[in-house]
T-cell receptor, first 113, second 113 residues
């Protein structure tokens, strides 16, 4: 099973709302990632968790807050977002973050109004 | 600075035509190489990967790619495309100095029936 699942599929939120995106994998992978993808653009790395510890933060604004409760789950907490944050948010996982292939989830389509 | 470049922004083909997409990277150290595909409305899928060994690698759906180390290239090929190959194609590289997955800008492939 090479599946990464993400919920919700779609999310519309106002600029004062607080919401969370969820990601889950059951492949025993120890590295998990959040990416942001705008239409017709490549994914942009936001955060990397390796063995449940945050190892990379690509200077993402603090209105995005990642959390890794355990090795299978990854959350992205959202607060006070801006309309320009509207995008497809992708979760991915890989064996251990040292160069192997990453498996991507279907993404959450976020619209900030 | 390390980077990934894809030669073509948009390629339009007729069914049964051959496809070749170019990808180059700039980095003198060890890399792992990938091609991902994103079909309309679907998530990123791994087409093929190269870590080491035979520089000609075969992937899913009849795709293959050739790694030419001296040219820092990893070009994707398919001898005969189908309408269902219409998608966005991303070349991606993991550079072993930071283990981040870096994407090219992507190539939109449109196959006309």
């Amino acid at each position: 099973d090479t599946e990464v699942t993400q919920t919700p599929k779609h999310l519309v939120m106002g600029m004062t709302n607080k919401k969370s995106l969820k990601c889950e994998q059951h492949m025993g992978h120890r590295a998990m990632y959040w990416y942001k993808q705008k239409a017709k653009k490549p994914p942009e790395l936001m955060f990397v968790y390796s063995y449940e510890k945050l190892s990379i933060n690509e200077s993402v604004p603090s209105r995005f807050s990642p959390e890794c409760p355990n090795s299978s789950l990854l959350n992205l907490h959202l607060h006070a977002l801006q309309p320009e944050d509207s995008a497809l948010y992708l979760c991915a996982s890989s064996q251990d973050g040292t160069g192997g292939e990453q498996y991507f989830g279907p993404g959450t389509r976020l619209t900030v109004t | 600075a390390q980077s990934v470049s894809q030669h073509n922004h948009h390629v339009i083909l007729s069914e049964a035509a051959s496809l070749e997409l170019g990808c180059n990277y700039s980095y003198g150290g060890t890399v792992n190489l990938f091609w991902y595909v994103q079909y309309p409305g679907q998530h990123l899928q791994l087409l093929l990967k190269y870590f080491s060994g035979d520089p000609l690698v075969k992937g899913i759906k009849g795709f293959e790619a050739e790694f030419i180390k001296s040219k820092f290239s990893f070009n994707l090929r398919k001898p005969s495309v189908q309408w269902s190959d219409t998608a966005e194609y991303f070349c991606a590289v993991i550079f072993f100095n930071d283990y981040k997955l870096s994407f090219g800008a992507g190539t939109t492939v449109t196959v006309r029936a």
